[in-house]
């Protein structure tokens, strides 16, 4: 059974980092790539960023392109996601997402991870 557990959130101010982590269990995780989405309060699901099987292919919104990296380390099991120069806008439950080559995104979504950014 697919598990994904986000952690790493938390209260930063703006201009701040936090990095966020994945850790996938039950897939073979080599094989997916990985999408990390965000809700913020009293707005739909957004996503956020990709990053491809390999670590090699990285895709970012405009939102978050130049201040959020993603890369995962296949040996843990593990996808991160480096948020810098957050901004009150960035508030929201971060999520990650198992992406299969055939079939799509597998598993239910997580609990998430809080990052809430204010002064």
């Known amino acids: 059974q697919v598990q994904l557990v986000e952690s790493g959130g938390g209260l930063v101010q703006p201009g701040g980092s936090l990095r966020l982590s994945c850790a996938a269990s039950?897939?073979?995780?080599?094989?997916?790539?990985m999408n990390w989405y965000r809700q913020a309060p009293g707005k739909q699901r957004e996503w956020v960023a990709r990053i491809d099987n390999t670590g090699r292919r990285t895709d970012y919104a405009d939102p978050v392109k130049g201040r959020f990296i993603t890369r995962r380390d296949n040996t843990k099991n593990t996808v991160y996601l480096q948020m810098n120069s957050l901004r009150p806008e960035d508030t929201a439950v971060y999520y990650c997402?198992?992406?299969?080559?055939?079939?799509?995104?597998?598993?239910?979504w997580g609990q998430g991870t809080q990052v809430t950014v204010s002064s």
């Open positions: 997402r198992a992406r299969h080559p055939a079939v799509g995104e597998v598993g239910s």
């Open positions: 039950g897939i073979d995780f080599r094989i997916y790539s």
